[in-house]
Nanobody, 124 residues
Framework: QVQLAESGGGLAQAGGSLRLSCAAS????????MGWFRQAPGKEREFVAR?????????????LYGDSVKGRFTTARDNAKDTVYLQMDSLKPEDTAVYSC????????????WGQGTQVTVTS
């Protein structure tokens, strides 16, 4: 089993920055990729970013971003800490949502383990 613990989030002004962390524990050797999703009130869950869970230097840069955050958010992994970060810059009020990290065990499998979620609120 994999456990995920998120931290970070909170309140920011438009144009500001926040950083989220997601620490994985347990059977981290079974993780293929970690993803970030967000859900705003009354809206469907939205894909934010995905990073491949690997210690291979050649694959470490394999990251995908959702169109709405591309160029503003970056995600990276600290291999030593089994932690993935989501750096959110140039925040907009529409980035307000509950952000959750999640993992999947294969390239085509579903995300089946989720963190508790953390609130991000951006004011104009």
């Amino acid at each position: 089993q994999v456990q995920l613990a998120e931290s970070g989030g909170g309140l920011a002004q438009a144009g500001g920055s926040l950083r989220l962390s997601c620490a994985a524990s347990g059977r981290t050797d079974t993780i293929y990729a970690m993803g970030w999703f967000r859900q705003a009130p009354g809206k469907e869950r939205e894909f934010v970013a995905r990073i491949k869970w690997t210690t291979s230097d050649s694959e470490a840069g394999i990251v995908l971003y959702g169109d709405s955050v591309k160029g503003r958010f970056t995600t990276a992994r600290d291999n030593a800490k089994d932690t993935v970060y989501l750096q959110m810059d140039s925040l907009k009020p529409e980035d307000t949502a509950v952000y959750s990290c999640t993992v999947r065990k294969t390239a085509t499998g579903r995300y089946d383990t989720w963190g508790q979620g953390t609130q991000v609120t951006v004011t104009s």
